[in-house]
Protein backbone atom coordinates (compact mmCIF):
# COMPACT_ATOMS: atom_id res chain seq x y z
CA UNK A 1 0.00 0.00 0.00
CA UNK A 2 2.38 2.45 0.92
CA UNK A 3 4.63 1.60 -2.61
CA UNK A 4 1.72 2.15 -4.36
CA UNK A 5 1.00 5.29 -2.59
CA UNK A 6 4.97 6.99 -3.10
CA UNK A 7 4.56 5.48 -6.82
CA UNK A 8 0.94 7.45 -7.73
CA UNK A 9 2.90 10.67 -5.79
CA UNK A 10 5.85 9.98 -8.01
CA UNK A 11 3.80 10.27 -11.10
CA UNK A 12 2.20 13.21 -10.15
CA UNK A 13 5.20 14.99 -9.95
CA UNK A 14 6.55 13.63 -13.02
CA UNK A 15 2.66 14.72 -14.91
CA UNK A 16 2.98 18.01 -13.18
CA UNK A 17 6.68 18.76 -14.55
CA UNK A 18 5.88 17.65 -17.96
CA UNK A 19 3.41 19.72 -18.37
CA UNK A 20 4.82 22.54 -16.99
CA UNK A 21 7.34 21.89 -19.62
CA UNK A 22 4.88 21.66 -22.34
CA UNK A 23 3.57 24.77 -21.33
CA UNK A 24 6.77 26.35 -21.37
CA UNK A 25 8.14 25.30 -25.00
CA UNK A 26 4.20 26.23 -26.36
CA UNK A 27 3.79 29.40 -24.94
CA UNK A 28 2.30 31.92 -26.78
CA UNK A 29 5.02 34.72 -26.93
CA UNK A 30 6.57 31.82 -29.25
CA UNK A 31 3.87 31.20 -31.44
CA UNK A 32 4.34 34.79 -33.49
CA UNK A 33 8.22 33.72 -34.57
CA UNK A 34 6.92 30.01 -35.10
CA UNK A 35 4.06 31.39 -37.51
CA UNK A 36 6.48 33.85 -39.70
CA UNK A 37 8.61 31.15 -39.66
CA UNK A 38 6.37 28.59 -40.87
CA UNK A 39 5.19 31.36 -43.61
CA UNK A 40 8.31 32.01 -44.90
CA UNK A 41 9.18 28.45 -45.48
CA UNK A 42 6.14 27.11 -46.95
CA UNK A 43 5.92 30.56 -49.37
CA UNK A 44 9.03 29.93 -50.65
CA UNK A 45 9.89 32.84 -49.41
CA UNK A 46 13.01 31.93 -47.59
CA UNK A 47 14.05 31.42 -51.31
CA UNK A 48 13.10 34.41 -53.16
CA UNK A 49 13.86 37.19 -50.75
CA UNK A 50 17.24 38.07 -49.96
CA UNK A 51 18.79 36.46 -46.83
CA UNK A 52 19.45 39.95 -45.37
CA UNK A 53 15.55 40.81 -45.85
CA UNK A 54 14.58 37.15 -43.78
CA UNK A 55 16.83 38.05 -40.45
CA UNK A 56 15.43 41.79 -40.13
CA UNK A 57 11.72 40.30 -40.54
CA UNK A 58 12.72 37.22 -38.08
CA UNK A 59 14.47 39.92 -36.36
CA UNK A 60 11.60 42.34 -36.05
CA UNK A 61 9.21 39.84 -35.04
CA UNK A 62 11.17 38.04 -32.24
CA UNK A 63 12.30 41.59 -30.83
CA UNK A 64 8.66 43.09 -30.81
CA UNK A 65 6.51 39.73 -29.91
CA UNK A 66 8.77 37.64 -27.56
CA UNK A 67 12.09 39.96 -26.46
CA UNK A 68 10.52 42.95 -25.20
CA UNK A 69 7.22 41.68 -23.71
CA UNK A 70 9.45 39.26 -22.06
CA UNK A 71 11.73 42.11 -20.63
CA UNK A 72 9.00 43.91 -20.04
CA UNK A 73 6.30 41.66 -17.76
CA UNK A 74 9.18 40.62 -14.90
CA UNK A 75 9.51 44.22 -14.48
CA UNK A 76 6.06 44.40 -13.93
CA UNK A 77 5.93 41.44 -10.95
CA UNK A 78 8.86 43.38 -9.50
CA UNK A 79 6.74 46.96 -8.98
CA UNK A 80 3.46 44.64 -8.10
CA UNK A 81 2.28 46.25 -11.22
CA UNK A 82 0.64 42.65 -12.25
CA UNK A 83 -0.08 39.41 -10.58
CA UNK A 84 -0.68 35.53 -10.83
CA UNK A 85 -4.65 35.58 -10.15
CA UNK A 86 -7.01 34.15 -12.55
CA UNK A 87 -9.81 36.02 -11.30
CA UNK A 88 -11.47 37.85 -13.60
CA UNK A 89 -11.74 40.77 -10.90
CA UNK A 90 -8.29 40.90 -10.61
CA UNK A 91 -7.67 43.75 -13.38
CA UNK A 92 -3.52 43.94 -12.85
CA UNK A 93 -3.40 40.35 -14.45
CA UNK A 94 -4.34 42.37 -17.55
CA UNK A 95 -0.68 44.61 -17.60
CA UNK A 96 1.31 41.81 -19.40
CA UNK A 97 -1.73 41.22 -22.30
CA UNK A 98 -1.84 44.67 -22.46
CA UNK A 99 1.93 45.27 -22.95
CA UNK A 100 2.21 42.52 -25.59
CA UNK A 101 -0.73 43.87 -27.48
CA UNK A 102 1.51 47.25 -27.58
CA UNK A 103 4.30 45.41 -29.01
CA UNK A 104 2.19 43.15 -31.41
CA UNK A 105 1.30 46.52 -32.81
CA UNK A 106 4.69 47.77 -32.96
CA UNK A 107 5.89 44.92 -35.29
CA UNK A 108 2.90 44.91 -37.24
CA UNK A 109 4.07 48.68 -38.24
CA UNK A 110 7.51 48.33 -38.48
CA UNK A 111 6.69 45.27 -40.89
CA UNK A 112 4.70 47.52 -43.20
CA UNK A 113 6.86 50.34 -42.84
CA UNK A 114 9.86 48.35 -44.12
CA UNK A 115 7.89 46.83 -47.50
CA UNK A 116 7.80 42.88 -45.98
CA UNK A 117 5.93 40.29 -47.73
CA UNK A 118 1.93 41.21 -47.10
CA UNK A 119 1.02 37.60 -45.92
CA UNK A 120 3.94 38.64 -42.74
CA UNK A 121 1.79 41.97 -42.10
CA UNK A 122 -1.40 40.07 -41.87
CA UNK A 123 -0.05 37.73 -39.35
CA UNK A 124 0.89 40.17 -37.25
CA UNK A 125 -2.15 42.40 -37.83
CA UNK A 126 -4.36 38.99 -36.49
CA UNK A 127 -2.12 38.92 -33.31
CA UNK A 128 -2.68 42.28 -32.41
CA UNK A 129 -6.70 41.48 -33.03
CA UNK A 130 -6.30 38.68 -31.08
CA UNK A 131 -4.71 39.82 -28.10
CA UNK A 132 -7.07 42.89 -28.12
CA UNK A 133 -9.81 40.43 -27.88
CA UNK A 134 -8.48 38.34 -25.01
CA UNK A 135 -7.35 41.79 -23.56
CA UNK A 136 -11.50 42.68 -23.77
CA UNK A 137 -13.02 38.80 -22.67
CA UNK A 138 -9.93 39.08 -19.89
CA UNK A 139 -11.81 41.69 -18.07
CA UNK A 140 -14.68 39.58 -17.67
CA UNK A 141 -13.55 35.91 -18.14
CA UNK A 142 -10.38 34.33 -17.63
CA UNK A 143 -9.76 32.77 -21.37
CA UNK A 144 -6.29 30.45 -21.84
CA UNK A 145 -3.98 32.68 -23.39
CA UNK A 146 -1.99 29.65 -23.97
CA UNK A 147 -4.48 27.64 -26.34
CA UNK A 148 -5.22 30.78 -28.07
CA UNK A 149 -1.62 30.94 -29.51
CA UNK A 150 -1.95 27.55 -30.66
CA UNK A 151 -5.39 27.81 -31.71
CA UNK A 152 -3.67 30.92 -34.01
CA UNK A 153 -1.20 28.80 -35.65
CA UNK A 154 -2.98 26.10 -36.81
CA UNK A 155 -5.69 28.33 -38.04
CA UNK A 156 -2.51 30.13 -39.77
CA UNK A 157 -1.72 26.53 -41.45
CA UNK A 158 -4.63 26.43 -43.17
CA UNK A 159 -4.93 29.15 -44.61
CA UNK A 160 -1.18 30.22 -46.26
CA UNK A 161 -0.51 29.42 -49.60
CA UNK A 162 2.19 26.33 -49.45
CA UNK A 163 4.97 25.73 -52.15
CA UNK A 164 5.26 22.72 -53.94
CA UNK A 165 6.89 20.05 -52.12
CA UNK A 166 6.40 21.47 -48.62
CA UNK A 167 3.56 19.39 -46.99
CA UNK A 168 1.42 22.22 -44.78
CA UNK A 169 -0.63 19.00 -43.48
CA UNK A 170 1.86 17.07 -41.45
CA UNK A 171 2.56 20.95 -39.36
CA UNK A 172 -1.55 21.04 -39.01
CA UNK A 173 -1.74 17.24 -37.60
CA UNK A 174 1.17 18.07 -35.34
CA UNK A 175 0.12 21.25 -34.09
CA UNK A 176 -3.47 19.61 -33.60
CA UNK A 177 -1.82 17.31 -31.78
CA UNK A 178 0.81 19.99 -29.85
CA UNK A 179 -2.79 21.84 -29.42
CA UNK A 180 -4.24 18.28 -27.39
CA UNK A 181 -1.20 18.12 -25.18
CA UNK A 182 -1.23 21.77 -23.84
CA UNK A 183 -4.82 21.68 -23.54
CA UNK A 184 -4.44 18.45 -21.48
CA UNK A 185 -1.31 20.03 -19.16
CA UNK A 186 -3.41 23.37 -18.58
CA UNK A 187 -6.05 21.29 -16.77
CA UNK A 188 -3.98 18.91 -15.27
CA UNK A 189 -2.09 21.84 -13.89
CA UNK A 190 -5.05 23.34 -12.61
CA UNK A 191 -4.24 26.67 -14.34
CA UNK A 192 -7.73 26.78 -16.83
CA UNK A 193 -10.74 24.85 -16.96
CA UNK A 194 -12.29 22.87 -19.73
CA UNK A 195 -14.60 26.22 -21.27
CA UNK A 196 -11.42 28.37 -21.23
CA UNK A 197 -9.89 25.88 -22.91
CA UNK A 198 -12.05 25.22 -25.31
CA UNK A 199 -12.55 28.72 -26.33
CA UNK A 200 -9.60 29.67 -26.16
CA UNK A 201 -8.25 27.45 -29.06
CA UNK A 202 -11.21 28.56 -31.10
CA UNK A 203 -10.77 32.24 -30.56
CA UNK A 204 -7.27 31.57 -32.27
CA UNK A 205 -8.23 29.71 -35.09
CA UNK A 206 -11.14 31.59 -35.47
CA UNK A 207 -9.50 35.04 -36.13
CA UNK A 208 -6.34 33.43 -38.16
CA UNK A 209 -8.50 31.82 -40.01
CA UNK A 210 -10.60 35.34 -41.16
CA UNK A 211 -7.95 37.41 -41.53
CA UNK A 212 -5.13 35.36 -42.95
Known sequence: MIFLLHASEKNFEMMTLLSRFISVILHPLIIPLAGILLILASGGYLHSLPWAAVKIILIIVFVTSFAFPMSIVPFLYYRKITGNSSSPDDYQKLWPLLVTLIFYFLGYYILN??????????????????????????????????????????????????????????????????AGLLGFSRLFLNLNKPAEVYTGFAAGFAVFALIM
Open 113 to 178: RIGAPQITGKFMLGCVILAFILLFISTRWNISMHMAGIGCLAGTIINIPGSSGFNLQIFLISTILA
